[in-house]
């Protein structure tokens, strides 16, 4: 495939039935994976991280896998990972594939995964957070080398949870300070306009004394973060952090203009965002 610079893609991975978590994946999970059903049949496993860093592998089995945590990426994430499924799919059983240079031309994502998944049975999306990197072993379960680096890499995983009852919220630690990062699914812009409604109005904090630190603004949309109060688990955020769904729907749901207190908020939301990669 002849190398080009694509234009960049603000949104690659919209019309994707697992955007958000695939987004989550590629920015804030240690560790995780999801299966989407193929347009030509068949299924492909995401990964967060293969082996060696590896963009692309193809089980033992069969299965293609792909890699969304690369240590790079072209303006569009979605030729990449699109390549990279295609040079999965053509590899050897077992064997690490071989994708072409970041940037090539090729298939975006959305052109080889099925377009209307089933809700049901193996081809219907799902996704699964882990705890460690054992799923390297399925790639080759005869590969005593792989199941040591598993071992090793799982060692440093930082400590994430799902918050119970709710879509890709996750409690996360570093050190001594518990975080919430939340993979909301939903447009930058559009998310910011709300947040900064409930901002203005001093209920962006999804539990009492949490600190809305900001945001990553990744691949077209943006992942809130707070900084949680000592000792809160991952349990104690269901019920409050589901009623400060409740809240953010309503101001999602407002598309008055901001009036300058809003505006003002938004400023302050921007300017707490970090754009990553």
Avoid: C
């Avoid at 792909?66 to 699109?82: I, M, N, T, W």
């Avoid at 090539?104 to 699964?128: I, V, Y």
């Avoid at 809240?247 to 003002?264: F, G, H, M, V, Y």
């Amino acid at each position: 495939m002849a190398k080009h610079q694509p234009a960049f893609v603000a949104r690659p991975l919209a019309d994707l039935t697992l955007e958000a978590d695939l987004v989550a994946m590629r920015e804030i999970l240690p560790a995780a994976r999801a299966v989407a059903g193929l347009s030509g049949g068949g299924i492909v496993q995401f990964v967060t991280l293969l082996p060696e860093l590896a963009r692309a592998w193809r089980k033992t089995d069969g299965l293609p896998v792909v890699a969304l945590q690369p240590p790079q990426g072209s303006d569009d994430v979605s030729r990449d990972l699109g390549n990279a499924l295609t040079a999965a799919m053509r590899a050897a059983p077992g064997q690490m594939a071989s994708p072409p240079p970041l940037g090539a031309d090729g298939p975006r994502l959305q052109d080889l995964l099925t377009p209307n998944p089933p809700t049901t049975g193996p081809e219907a999306p799902s996704f699964e957070l882990l705890d460690s990197f054992d799923y390297w072993t399925e790639l080759d379960p005869e590969d005593e080398p792989l199941a040591e680096a598993a071992k090793n890499a799982s060692a440093d995983l930082v400590p994430t949870l799902a918050v119970p009852g709710l879509e890709r919220a996750y409690w996360t630690k570093f050190g001594e300070r518990e975080y919430l990062r939340w993979s909301l699914g939903v447009e930058e812009e559009a998310l910011l306009d709300a947040l900064a409604r409930l901002q203005a109005e001093r209920q962006a904090g999804v539990i009492p004394g949490a600190k809305y630190l900001g945001a990553f603004r990744a691949l077209g949309l943006v992942i809130p973060v707070w900084d949680l109060p000592a000792g809160t688990g991952a349990e104690d955020l269901s019920e409050p952090a589901a009623a400060f769904r409740d809240k953010l729907e309503t101001a999602l749901a407002d598309t008055s203009p901001l009036d300058a207190n809003q505006r003002r908020a938004r400023h302050g939301l921007v300017a707490r965002s970090l754009t990553l990669r």
